[in-house]
């Protein structure tokens, strides 16, 4: 995915090694303030409005997972299990110096975001989950979206397809060589997050989130055709601490499709204006 707000804060990149050295994790920084770790959804790191406006109240970081940083694809090889995902993450966090951020993350970040919580119950200030995987229901199933017809991604993830949200983050670069790099770069993201994600993207989360003790606001699109509204309640059921906003005429993602409502949603969360 490329960069979508152009007229944002000045977005800086840090190289911050983990693993034993074994890897390196590029991570977007902008802002000022306290700090909130941002993770992408499963199509890779887009800087969207969403974030500049939380970069106005906070420092935003935000790691590009392993094998999305455009350059290095292959460092993806470097890890074959969630559990190591997660002690990666845990231990970018403290390279970073980050003292109880703020967690926000997005579908496939958000199961992330969950996991790492879950694993590290005193890492996170607060939790925002926006429309996360990570549970499963036979009678409720989560659309493939590595499976999905690339013309037929727009209709999965938004409401309205056609509208001018889901046609700024989806417009492909005019110059055909560009525009097929980008495609491949986001099957190639797709497959790195798919990873961890697919057959079926369920991995006990379920049997930890009582493990989660920070308080959890869940943000979801109620026509979420990916993964539908109805798990809401398994998530609050299984959560300790947490309440749900749910946006009405919007997809799988609120900060792009319904951006107000996700700012307004997460501002009373977090008791701090970021509208």
């Known amino acids: 995915m490329t960069t979508l707000d152009t007229t944002g804060p000045t977005i800086t990149e840090e190289a911050i090694p983990v693993w034993n050295g074994k890897m390196t994790v590029r991570v977007k920084v902008a802002g000022a303030?306290?700090?909130?770790?941002?993770?992408?959804?499963?199509a890779g790191l887009a800087w969207d409005p969403f974030l500049s406006r939380l970069a106005e109240h906070y420092t935003v970081y935000a790691p590009e997972f392993p094998g999305t940083s455009a350059g290095d694809p292959y460092a993806i090889h470097t890890v074959d299990h969630l559990s190591d995902v997660v002690l990666i993450y845990e231990e970018l966090v403290r390279t970073l110096g980050l003292t109880k951020p703020v967690v926000i993350g997005q579908s496939f970040g958000g199961m992330l975001a969950a996991e790492l919580s879950s694993a590290f119950p005193d890492l996170a200030s607060k939790v925002v989950l926006l429309d996360p995987i990570g549970l499963w229901r036979n009678d409720l199933p989560i659309a493939n979206w590595i499976a999905t017809p690339?013309?037929?991604?727009?209709?999965?993830?938004?409401?309205d397809p056609g509208g001018p949200a889901a046609q700024s983050m989806l417009a492909m670069p005019d110059d055909p060589d560009i525009a097929a790099a980008a495609t491949a770069a986001m099957v190639w993201a797709f497959g790195s997050t798919g990873k961890f994600a697919w057959p079926i993207p369920d991995r006990g989360l379920r049997n930890r989130l009582h493990r989660l003790t920070a308080p959890v606001l869940l943000v979801w699109g109620r026509e979420d055709r990916l993964v539908p509204v109805g798990y809401v309640e398994d998530w609050q059921d299984a959560l300790a601490d947490s309440r749900a906003v749910v946006i009405d005429d919007c997809g799988h993602i609120p900060q792009v499709e319904k951006l107000d409502e996700t700012l307004s949603a997460v501002s009373e969360f977090l008791g701090k204006d970021c509208s």
């Open 33 to 42: 303030g306290t700090p909130l770790l941002y993770l992408h959804p499963a």
């Open 150 to 159: 690339p013309d037929q991604l727009p209709g999965l993830l938004f409401h």
